[in-house]
T-cell receptor
Framework: GAGVSQTPSNKVTEKGKYVELRCDPISGHTALYWYRQSLGQGPEFLIYFQGTGAADDSGLPNDRFFAVRPEGSVSTLKIQRTERGDSAVYLC??????????????FGEGSRLTVL | AQSVTQLGSHVSVSEGALVLLRCNYSSSVPPYLFWYVQYPNQGLQLLLKYTSAATLVKGINGFEAEFKKSETSFHLTKPSAHMSDAAEYFCAVSENSGAGSYQLTFGKGTKLSVIP
């Protein structure tokens, strides 16, 4: 597709369950980012991929959060043993090589996660 | 770490009135600065960016912003508000994450309402 695609758009789960959120970046974009947006807050950085490797995962809140990008395109954010505090909109963004150097990102519509 | 402060979580203006959304940043080096807009149920969209060229930056939909280093500000303006401008606006600063990428740090956002 033309833009960043995220699935599911909405996910409701129970506390303690495992969740996977998928991101399909713009074709040809080598850089991929995950952000989390809680209610009333701006997006907060989670992890950055350059190609297949996680170049910066300093924003992941704890070891329940993990992300992969095995073929350098689609990425999956994985959350184990979900907690109510994980409820948020998870945003994926990608950028091309020049834009990476200025921080200009192209965002998907997000996956809204609700943990009951 | 750099930070962004957006004054006013909510701003209301009358249709046709001036829009002024405030953003101040902290940075020890010349930053890259951005304004993103988020319409209801849509992803973040780049409105405009400052990347050390002209200090007055023009963006889409008639918006512009002026980089003022002495005030560490990057306020967003539009001379005449339109109903379609109702959205949430995020100011962001780009900082080198040290991992070969520039990571965006966002403000908390300002929700703009336009009154007919």
């Amino acid at each position: 597709g033309a833009g960043v695609s995220q699935t599911p758009s909405n996910k409701v789960t129970e506390k303690g369950k495992y969740v996977e959120l998928r991101c399909d970046p713009i074709s040809g974009h080598t850089a991929l980012y995950w952000y989390r947006q809680s209610l009333g807050q701006g997006p907060e950085f989670l992890i950055y991929f350059q190609g297949t490797g996680a170049a910066d995962d300093s924003g992941l809140p704890n070891d329940r959060f993990f992300a992969v990008r095995p073929e350098g395109s689609v990425s999956t954010l994985k959350i184990q043993r979900t907690e109510r505090g994980d409820s948020a909109v998870y945003l994926c963004a990608s950028s091309s090589q020049p834009a990476v150097n200025t921080g200009e990102l192209f965002f998907g519509e997000g996956s809204r996660l609700t943990v009951l | 770490a750099q930070s962004v402060t957006q004054l006013g979580s909510h701003v209301s203006v009358s249709e046709g009135a001036l829009v002024l959304l405030r953003c101040n940043y902290s940075s020890s080096v010349p930053p890259y600065l951005f304004w993103y807009v988020q319409y209801p149920n849509q992803g973040l969209q780049l409105l405009l960016k400052y990347t050390s060229a002209a200090t007055l930056v023009k963006g889409i939909n008639g918006f512009e912003a002026e980089f003022k280093k002495s005030e560490t500000s990057f306020h967003l303006t539009k001379p005449s508000a339109h109903m379609s401008d109702a959205a949430e606006y995020f100011c962001a600063v780009s900082e080198n994450s040290g991992a070969g990428s520039y990571q965006l740090t966002f403000g908390k956002g300002t929700k703009l309402s336009v009154i007919p």
